[in-house]
């Protein structure tokens, strides 16, 4: 029996040349044709980027930056307690001044984040803008109130 012969892609070719007949005279014009390819060639780099790197928020890196945000929230406290009792604030004045550094520290937080963000660093540093500024809020309350007391008494008892 002798072999069968290999069937041509005349076919094929047929339809690849109906193909770019079609979009030569798609109605798209040029400039927007260029927009659509630039935007599917960035969604292509984002889905290879996606497979190579499975999650953008990397656990440990996100713990760590949690960490120093917490430890500039436990820095400006004690800076905080230092001033609150050099100037002699007495309870409430006290709180209310503890209040109002813990909110300006958290505006702080939340502007730097955001900028980060702009720049396209941010994303991949927290999980979100508004759990790193607001985590940890009120934690550090009673290093603010040691410092508050130590130098309130170290000023005005002693």
């Known amino acids: 029996m002798p072999p069968k012969p290999r069937p041509t892609h005349k076919a094929a070719s047929k339809t690849t040349k109906a193909i770019d007949e ?26 290879k980027l996606k497979e190579k790197f499975i999650d953008l928020h990397f656990g440990p890196r996100v713990a760590l930056n949690q960490d120093l945000v917490n430890k500039s929230r436990v820095i400006a406290n004690i800076f905080a307690g230092v001033a ?48 790193a500024a607001t985590q940890n809020l009120l934690s550090n309350v009673m290093t603010y109130m040691l410092f508050w007391i130590m130098f309130y008494n170290v000023v005005y008892v002693v």
């Not at 927009?35 to 984002?46: A, D, G, M, T, V």
């Not at 520290?105 to 984040?113: A, G, K, P, Y």
């Open 22 to 47: 079609f979009l030569a005279q798609s109605s798209v014009p040029a400039g927007q044709q260029q927009i659509l390819e630039n935007k599917r060639l960035e969604e292509e780099s984002q889905a």
């Open 84 to 131: 609150a009792g050099i100037l002699g604030l007495g309870a409430f004045q006290g709180i209310l001044f503890w209040i109002a550094v813990a909110l300006t520290t958290s505006l702080v937080l939340f502007v730097q984040i955001q900028v980060m963000s702009a720049q396209g660093e941010g994303a991949t540093l927290f999980q979100s803008v508004g759990k």
